[in-house]
């Protein structure tokens, strides 16, 4: 049998979504319900929703802080720094191109046409010159990612002081790949379990549906990985 091509992403399945993240606080999101491998990001994922509602919960770490959400998919972590925080400046951030047009439409569902929206490849961190206050992240280690350079970039794109907060579901043990390149010289880490209900709480308005179809909200663990820079 031949190779099957790949589907254009605007050909395949899309729907929009509104994500509660809080009481009385949404985003609407427009993502692919159906997708080949390498259009992930234009899916909403439980880690992302669970990002948002740390943003949500804890508003005070953005307060005029310049954000840059690194592998932002539908942009669901970097939106709701936009939209919930007194953050200085929020960046998103992805790769493929589909995934950034997308990222787009939901700036613009969302209210932000103006919000910064860059096309970053973590491998090429040696000629980034991009410097930021906080770092965020969901789901960003998984099978194949290039750990090293995540890590590099982290590395360099902080300010001094700066913090990175990364979420990731207890899956699979990848995190620990990215544990392992830490430099103790350079930051200081902490590993923390979420376990506040209203981060597992349905995201969809018809609350068993969202809790069917976002069943990892509940079947897992997720966990706040924080590197703060020396």
Not at 140 to 168: M, N, Q, S
Request: net charge neutral; proline share 4%; glycine share 6%.
């Amino acid at each position: 049998m031949g190779n099957k091509q790949k589907q254009p992403a605007q050909q395949m399945k899309s729907i929009d979504k509104r994500i509660i993240v809080a009481e009385g606080k949404y985003l609407d999101l427009n993502e692919l319900v159906t997708f080949q491998h390498g259009y992930d990001g234009l899916h909403i994922w439980e880690a992302g929703i669970v990002l948002a509602r740390y943003v949500v919960l804890n508003p005070e770490l953005f307060r005029q802080m310049e954000v840059l959400e690194l592998g932002s998919g539908v942009g669901i972590g970097a939106l709701a720094v936009l939209k919930f925080t007194a953050c200085k400046k929020c960046t998103l951030s992805d790769y493929n191109p589909s995934i950034l047009e997308n990222m787009r439409l939901n700036c613009n569902k969302n209210e932000f046409p103006n919000a910064e929206v860059l096309q970053l490849d973590w491998t090429r961190h040696q000629q980034s010159n991009l410097q930021y206050d906080l770092i965020i992240g969901s789901d960003v280690v998984y099978f194949g990612c290039p750990v090293r350079d995540l890590y590099l970039l982290i590395k360099k794109t902080l300010r001094p002081k700066g913090r990175a907060i990364i979420v990731i579901p207890d899956r699979k043990n990848y995190a620990q790949l990215f544990v392992r390149e830490i430099e103790e010289e350079f930051f200081t880490f902490s590993k923390v379990k979420l376990e506040d209900p209203r981060y597992f709480v349905s995201p969809l308005q018809d609350g068993p549906a969202g809790l069917k179809e976002y069943n990892l909200l509940t079947d897992i663990d997720f966990y706040v990985y924080s590197l703060t820079k020396k």
